[in-house]
């Protein structure tokens, strides 16, 4: 059987559906910090429950697709330099507006999440904070994750030249190692290094984001054109419902969804390189996808925000979770294209640096 054409590695195919799936992995976050907040109660947050227990899963699923779309975008030859520059000035500066808006919520209504150790909010600040246990929420609480993708990003010159070194079947064993390890870590790291985090270290949750980069390897550089949509949407779901049910279990957060979402992406990849149609490639999609990153890091403030000006408010509205998650979501979403508009694209098209 002949060997299918690799896609070329100048100008690989825009991937819109990824970026539409960015807004569902948001949108999962957002629910879920509904139910983690206890803005429902009764039936309404056991609904979220069912719905929403495993969202904390839709983070390894940013840190899976992360490692996809650097790998798909990658241009071999770019200097290591230019690289981490586009990587800082497109993270950053949104991550600098976030974090100074959480130091504001935090001193006014939710001191819940105030940062006592001013070298801890440093620490977030820069990017570190997650590498100790007890500072993993420094800051704007959600950054930590912007923390282990400063790690990744830090790797990526390196771990991208040896997959590309490697022969089709070695990149196999590479998923294969990474999917073990997703496995391993979260049980092992408890009873050997308990002063450590699985959830939360930049280190132990580095084999999602090499999980991706293999797999964009495979697809780019060894013509494997990835599996179909309506085989992994069952596995992703399955996946998902797993994670939902053992939410409390160490393999909650990314075990159970690991090889689903890992395989959800590599056939959206799919069909957008056939051309194929997908709902999350829709223009709709993809412009929610844009601004899903700043919506990431400011949705949590601005539900902490309603939660913390409840007793000021009429019963009416401090009493309907509904209007909470409406008012929430829609503050959220509105600040996000603020920050999208304002910051992220013209510092991204002002400071990006050239790839070829």
Request: hydrophobic letters at 55%; aromatic letters at 12%; charged letters at 10%.
């Amino acid at each position: 059987m002949p060997a299918p054409d690799r896609p070329s590695t100048d100008h690989p195919p825009r991937l819109d559906s990824l970026t539409g799936l960015r807004a569902l992995a948001a949108g999962t976050v957002f629910v879920y910090h509904l139910h983690t907040l206890g803005v429902f109660t009764g039936t309404g947050q056991s609904v979220l429950t069912a719905i929403a227990g495993g969202g904390a899963s839709a983070v390894s699923l940013f840190f899976i697709l992360s490692g996809f779309v650097l790998a798909w975008s990658h241009r071999p030859g770019t200097p290591t330099r230019v690289i981490w520059w586009n990587r800082l000035v497109r993270i950053w500066p949104l991550h600098l507006v976030a974090f100074a808006l959480a130091l504001l919520v935090a001193a006014t209504v939710y001191p819940a999440i105030r940062t006592v150790d001013p070298l801890a909010a440093l620490a977030n600040l820069f990017l570190v904070s997650a590498w100790r246990a007890d500072w993993w929420q420094a800051g704007n609480p959600v950054s930590w994750s912007l923390v282990c993708e400063a790690f990744f990003y830090l790797l990526f010159p390196i771990i991208m030249r040896f997959l590309l070194r490697l022969p089709r079947a070695s990149v196999f064993g590479v998923t294969a190692v990474a999917i073990a390890l997703i496995w391993i870590l979260p049980a092992m790291i408890p009873v050997v290094a308990p002063e450590l985090s699985a959830y939360s270290n930049p280190v132990l949750r580095m084999p999602e984001f090499v999980l991706g980069l293999a797999l964009a390897v495979l697809m780019r550089e060894h013509g494997w054109r990835g599996p179909r949509l309506s085989i992994v949407i069952p596995i992703a779901l399955a996946g998902y419902v797993a994670a939902t049910v053992e939410a409390g279990s160490p393999f909650g957060a990314a075990a159970w969804t690991a090889v689903g979402f890992g395989l959800l992406i590599a056939a959206l990849a799919r069909a957008d390189q056939e051309a194929r149609n997908t709902w999350l490639a829709r223009r709709a999609a993809v412009f929610l996808g844009d601004r899903s990153f700043a919506f990431y890091l400011v949705h949590l403030l601005a539900l902490q925000v309603f939660v913390g000006l409840q007793p000021q408010l009429p019963s009416t509205i401090s009493g309907n979770p509904y209007i909470a998650a409406v008012v929430a979501g829609t503050a959220a979403f509105l600040l996000a294209c603020v920050m999208h508009r304002a910051v992220e694209r013209p510092v991204v098209d002002a400071f990006r640096l050239a790839t070829s």
